[in-house]
């Protein structure tokens, strides 16, 4: 029995170093994903539409047909502030998030030129029946999607902030927007589809553009005190996430979410 044991004892430790090159060489595996917009409807998605309650979509301006979730301002004759979102159903903490979205059609007549072509996924979003009749947008972390306009480089997802704080390279962000963020990505001119990937585990997100990293951001810190907060670390309970009409027509499809521990 000693004998045995001993070999054992011998055998162990180069096992376990196989185990450790195995593991060295091996790549993550790719998490399970599933599909939140069904193409067909917008079921398990809510609107809040500046100036109107909670569930309204006036003159229809969100669409779900042919796998393309869409927003349009077609039905308005003059763009007053009707800032659009519309919310995934379910808070999340940990998760992965796979799209594709592109900007198609012309600007609502009367919109402010800083939206033109300018889009956004609200991260660490308040509860949408939270949100005040008039609240232009929800309190959030805004990675910030801009299409072309033809005009020379205007790279996509810039970090933007509405009430809440977060650290880029360790350092908490002082402007409202990161002038750096996206200066990787390339200019989407036209109406090309770009993918997107947002990878938010344990309060640190990271962003990519057709596979390219092109933010990352930590820490985000709601700046003030809420009802419906339990601290203001926004990581400290579930958020929700939402996808933004600001006055151009945008399109989403391929909607994919893989929740992780």
């Keep these: ?31 399970r994903f599933h599909r939140i917009f069904d193409g067909r409807t917008l079921e398990g998605w809510e609107i809040k539409v500046t100036h109107h309650p909670l569930g309204a979509n006036p003159h229809g301006m969100w669409t779900a047909k042919d796998g393309v979730m869409k927003i349009t301002f077609d039905g308005f004759d003059q763009f007053k502030g009707e800032y659009a979102h ?16 592109r900007f198609a059609g012309k600007q609502a007549a009367g919109a402010p030129a800083w939206a033109t072509r300018n889009s956004g996924l609200m991260m660490y979003a308040q509860p949408p029946e939270t949100m005040a009749l008039d609240q232009s947008w929800p309190i959030s972390v805004e990675n910030q999607l801009l299409g072309g306009l033809g005009q020379g480089p205007r790279t996509t997802l810039a970090v933007c902030m509405v009430d809440i704080t977060v650290k880029v390279d360790g350092k908490p962000l002082t402007e409202h927007c990161t002038s750096n963020a996206g200066a990787t990505s390339q200019t989407f001119d036209g109406d090309q589809w770009v993918k997107l990937r947002i990878e938010a585990v344990d309060g640190v997100v990271k962003s990519y553009v057709n596979g390219q990293l092109a933010n990352s951001f930590a820490e985000p810190h709601v700046d003030k005190p809420h009802p419906w907060l339990t601290s203001q670390d926004a990581t400290a309970q579930p958020a929700y996430f939402a996808l933004q009409g600001e006055s151009d027509q945008v399109e989403f499809r391929n909607i994919e979410l893989a929740e992780l521990p």
């Design 1 to 31: 029995m000693t004998g045995r044991i001993g070999r054992r004892l011998l055998i162990l430790p180069v096992a376990g170093a196989l185990l450790a090159g195995c593991a060295s060489t091996s790549t993550p595996a790719e998490p």
């Design 86 to 101: 519309v919310f995934y159903k379910k808070p999340l903490k940990n998760y992965v998030l796979r799209l594709e979205y």
